[in-house]
């Protein structure tokens, strides 16, 4: 092997990146080409913008327009696949960005190809309809795909620890015959009222401006909060479980993929670039509801993983001494 | 919080539970409101029965120290923490003396509980 056991993961990330980037990019060159093909029948000047009355105020060539589309999304594309390529060591990293990779592709060309198909035979793009139900359709049929490419990629494999768990990292006293588990729920205040806000501030502009169609803003917004804010965290002999109150998304660390289990002072800013489900710079799993104390947890593979809760030196001290039953087969 | 029973131990595994959930309100741990995770999960996490689970659960009810409530599970309603810094220093006199005298922890809980009833 020439792979050293800190970079098993490059050659999925790589993998993973280069398929997801070309359906991006086939995703937006086929819209492009869609788009070109209507030349003839659309103005001279495409409306490209829309103001709040739903009155088109901006225009451009159609040209220009797929030019800016194709520009934003190689932007995005570009992006996306760095993440991946160097701080996609966990499977969920790289479904994050395959799946936001397409998804994006696909919203921005549907929304080319829906407001352009809306001005063929127009002679003038300042009488173009805006339709806010197609704009719906545009952001979540591409999500459809995107989901696709997330499941796409191969789970992580198993690599059980060979080193026993170090003599300084925690451990709970328990003898042979106990069994423990340790639960936590971990919430994030600050994210709860940021995502609460949005949810009622997008009602009520709704409801004050008569824009029934985005009413769908905030009945996306309440699962995806209570996804992103709320985890159930559990250690017990199958190691750490985290989980979304919603049931999904989450994630697992075996026990026998433990090296090992710390207590670490977490930073959402300046670590992670923010709360919620996040890739940390040297590409850790981050669930960081809130700044403070937090569980990590370094995983075979170079992988680690921080979650945000109370109590965490317990539950530490409980993987560490999961993670050291497991190495020690008929127990 | 670490939810532990020893299955070497007399005290039925139902008990154990309620000791734990008990201390665990005591000391600060478990906070009025806070929820209890499902019996389920919590059976199946310590390789128990959920009928056992559920049965140290109506205990802590009884006792009102937790609320069950249809779709929300086990929420904690207990009593505010109590003060326990003067028993864990007892404690720690106690434990010094029993290991002094080479006593297992079954013979201490024994001499322990004795005491309590008298």
Redesign the interface.
């Known amino acids: 092997m020439t792979h050293t056991l800190a970079d098993v993961w490059k050659p999925r990330a790589r993998r993973v990146t280069a398929w997801s980037a070309l359906a991006g990019l086939a995703i937006l060159l086929a819209g492009l080409a869609i788009a070109l093909s209507w030349r003839a029948e659309l103005p001279d000047q495409v409306a490209s913008h829309w103001g709040p009355g739903g009155a088109p105020d901006e225009f451009m060539p159609v040209e220009a327009f797929a030019g800016v589309m194709l520009g934003t999304g190689a932007l995005c594309i570009a992006v996306l696949g760095a993440i991946g390529l160097l701080l996609g060591r966990s499977a969920s990293t790289l479904r994050l960005a395959a799946g936001l990779t397409v998804w994006i592709s696909g919203m921005l060309s549907a929304m080319t190809l829906i407001s352009l198909s809306a001005q063929r035979g127009l002679a003038d793009a300042a009488q173009t309809p805006f339709s806010g139900s197609d704009l719906v359709l545009a952001m979540l049929v591409p999500a459809v795909p995107g989901v696709v490419a997330a499941l796409l990629v191969p789970r992580d494999r198993a690599v059980p620890a060979e080193a026993a768990v170090p003599a300084d990292a925690l451990r709970l006293g328990l003898s042979q015959d106990e069994r423990a588990v340790w639960f936590a729920r971990a919430t994030g205040g600050s994210g709860l009222v940021v995502g609460g806000g949005a949810i009622a501030l997008t009602t009520v502009i709704a409801v004050v401006t008569g824009t029934w169609a985005l009413l769908a803003v905030p009945a996306l917004l309440l699962p995806a909060t209570v996804a992103t804010f709320v985890f159930v965290v559990r250690v017990d002999t199958e190691g750490l479980t985290v989980r979304s109150a919603l049931g999904w998304p989450g994630t697992h660390v075996p026990a026998d993929e433990v090296v090992r289990a710390d207590v670490v002072d977490v930073h959402p800013l300046r670590q992670f670039g923010g709360w919620g489900w996040r890739v940390g710079l040297a590409g850790q799993v981050g669930v960081v509801l809130r700044g403070g104390q937090g569980l990590r947890v370094e995983q075979t593979g170079g992988r680690s993983l921080v979650v945000t809760v109370d109590d965490a030196r317990d539950a530490a001290a409980l993987l560490n001494t999961m993670a050291e039953r497991a190495r020690t087969p008929g127990r | 919080?670490?939810?532990?029973?020893?299955?070497?131990?007399d005290e039925p595994l139902f008990e154990q539970l309620v000791s734990r959930v008990r201390l665990g309100i005591a000391r600060g741990?478990l906070r009025a409101g806070?929820?209890l995770?499902p019996a389920r999960?919590?059976g199946t996490?310590?390789?128990?029965n959920v009928h056992t689970v559920l049965h140290a659960y109506q205990v802590l009810r009884d006792e009102g120290l937790i609320e069950l409530r249809r779709g929300r599970g086990a929420v904690v309603t207990g009593p505010a923490k109590a003060d326990l810094s003067a028993v864990e220093r007892a404690l720690e006199t106690l434990v010094q003396a029993a290991r002094e005298a080479r006593l297992s922890p079954e013979a201490t809980t024994t001499l322990l509980k004795e005491a309590m009833k008298r």
Request: net charge negative; aromatic share 6%.
């Open positions: 919080m670490i939810f532990r029973i020893d299955t070497a131990s741990e806070e929820r995770p999960e919590l996490a310590l390789d128990m």
